[in-house]
């Protein structure tokens, strides 16, 4: 059976079968709608359901609770519809112009940037023109169907190439290959570019918000696409980049984001470290979306683009609503949860 979706304020819509997620649905029909996981983990296709009922799935209580569901909420890459549906979904696009592949990719370099960060460059096929958006990440296709999910750290260039950020999860599954057997000119298989973290366009032409950057960790990595990529745009936007991590080691490129103070005017560049104990470190200390509230006790007029451990979005995202006046829909954010092998 074939329900139709109804999205506001936009205005598009899409059929989606009673036995397709609604993510998915939405994605086969060109319509790019904000997600990030695409298991339930992180929250940021979470839409209201104004119209009809659905099926939440394996949506869980900790992303969607009970009263959340009460007041019509879904996961979108959850939820199936039982009946046609209207939903409040903002910042909807139009995908037919970056399609969503599977490709096979070269292992270009590795380059150590921390103990536990490495960069990894991937070369894909000179015949194919992979177009992405800043920001967005590729999943890494493993043999048995798994997945695993990673940030491109660079902008779309001539030679085909992708930079990512690959932090070493110990007794994991992928990344301590990235570690130790990887090696230039090993082939991999990807899929991608996948998800809505990406800088929106003004809502209005001419109205451009100050934006707050908040990475923690290696959410450095598709944050310094997004910067990389105003700095070619020559972007006089009001910037302030906040990144945390525990000690200075993990601030792996911490040289280069404070070079991006001369190449962007607009740009503030404000590390944090969590360790309140590292004696090589001078200059702010603390959690990272603490050290944003202290210096803008007010953000009712930015927009915060927020990547890192689930944990850390989870938090910026209530304190800044709740105690900095930050609107909710001037959050967006990719939370970086941990495999997921049941994607469909
Ligand atoms: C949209 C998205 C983008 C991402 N981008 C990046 C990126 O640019 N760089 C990056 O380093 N990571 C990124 N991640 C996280 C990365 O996909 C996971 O860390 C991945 O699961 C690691 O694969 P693995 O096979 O080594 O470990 P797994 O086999 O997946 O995990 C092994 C064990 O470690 C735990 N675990 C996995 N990852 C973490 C973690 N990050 N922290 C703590 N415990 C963990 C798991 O729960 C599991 O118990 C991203 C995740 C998402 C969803």
Not at 63 to 88: F, Q, S, V, Y
Not at 291 to 310: I, K
């Amino acid at each position: 059976m074939t329900h139709r979706i109804s999205l506001q304020p936009g205005g598009q819509s899409f059929p989606a079968d009673a036995d397709t997620t609604l993510l998915h649905a939405a994605l086969d029909a060109g319509l790019m709608v904000p997600y990030g996981c695409r298991d339930g983990a992180c929250g940021a296709c979470k839409a209201r359901v104004t119209q009809g009922s659905v099926d939440h799935g394996h949506a869980p209580f900790t992303t969607l609770p009970e009263t959340e569901r009460e007041a019509g909420m879904a996961l979108m890459c959850c939820a199936r519809a039982k009946t046609d549906l209207e939903m409040e979904v903002r910042d909807v696009r139009s995908i037919h112009d970056i399609p969503v592949r599977k490709l096979p990719c070269r292992v270009q370099s590795l380059d150590r940037l921390a103990d536990d960060v490495m960069r990894l460059v991937l070369r894909l096929p000179p015949s194919e023109n992979f177009s992405f958006l800043p920001g967005q990440y590729i999943d890494f296709l493993l043999p048995g169907g798994e997945r695993r999910s990673f940030s491109v750290a660079n902008t779309p260039n001539p030679d085909n190439q992708l930079e990512l950020h690959v932090r070493l999860i110990p007794g994991g599954k992928f990344t301590p290959q990235v570690f130790t057997t990887m090696k230039p000119r090993d082939i991999l298989r990807i899929e991608g570019p996948l998800g809505s973290f990406h800088l929106k366009d003004a809502p209005e032409p001419g109205v451009e918000h100050p934006l707050v950057l908040l990475a923690g960790g290696t959410g450095f990595a598709p944050l310094k696409a997004i910067i990389e990529d105003l700095i070619a745009r020559g972007s006089q936007r009001d910037i302030a980049l906040y990144w945390g991590a525990r000690d200075r080691a993990g601030l792996y490129l911490h040289e280069l984001a404070s070079s991006w103070e001369t190449a962007l005017p607009g740009l503030r560049y404000i590390p944090v470290i969590s360790d309140e104990t590292a004696a090589d470190w001078t200059g702010r200390r603390g959690l990272v979306h603490e050290a944003v509230m202290t210096d803008l006790p007010d953000l009712s007029h930015h927009q915060v683009y927020a990547c890192g451990a689930p944990g850390m979005i989870e938090i910026a995202k209530k304190d800044f609503s709740e105690r900095c006046q930050l609107p909710l829909t001037h959050f967006y954010a990719d939370a970086f949860t941990f495999s997921a092998d049941a994607r469909n």
